[in-house]
């Protein structure tokens, strides 16, 4: 078998393998991952469930179960949310591409439920960018 896919949280307690590449991504603009996640997106690269095992913090990794039945995954430690899965797309599970430390095959990219934004994640490419040492130095 190749080499997994390895994702963690923060803190690194909850460490999650996937031993198959991904399927697609989807840059999600859903309210529920908008607060999750508190971000204006949620970058999402989806897996068959049966290849992401959870290779370390099975304690840690607790479950909060939206109304609308989807489970989101997230550690108690350090808060980080790490999954996502749903009855809706059975045998699919998404791991959030920011926790994602090794490279990964390319795969088609969408964004879903885009007509989602609030006004104030609008427009977000025309923005003027910033860097250096304390991220406000303006970038040309
Ligand atoms: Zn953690
Ligand atoms: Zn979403």
């Keep these: 078998m190749q ?3 390895r994702c963690h949280c923060l803190c690194g307690r909850v460490q999650l393998h ?3 590449p991904p399927t697609n991504g989807a840059h999600c603009h859903c309210e529920n991952c908008r607060r999750a996640h508190g971000a ?3 970058s999402w690269l989806c897996f068959d469930a049966d290849a992401v095992e959870v290779f370390a913090g099975e304690q840690e990794f607790a479950t909060y179960v939206t109304e609308t039945d ?3 995954r997230f550690c108690t430690n350090c808060g980080t949310t790490l999954t996502f899965a749903s009855e809706r797309w059975p045998g699919s599970i998404d791991l959030a591409m ?11 990219w969408r964004h879903t439920y885009a007509d989602r934004d609030p006004e104030w994640s609008k427009g977000l490419d025309g ?3 910033c ?3 304390d991220g406000m ?3 040309p």
């Design 3 to 5: 080499d997994p896919i």
């Design 137 to 139: 130095q303006p970038l």
């Design 18 to 20: 996937a031993s198959q």
């Design 98 to 108: 920011a926790n994602i430390i090794d490279p990964v095959p390319e795969v088609e």
């Design 70 to 72: 989807a489970q989101r």
């Design 127 to 129: 923005l003027k960018r």
């Design 40 to 42: 204006a997106f949620v």
């Design 131 to 133: 860097g250096g040492p």
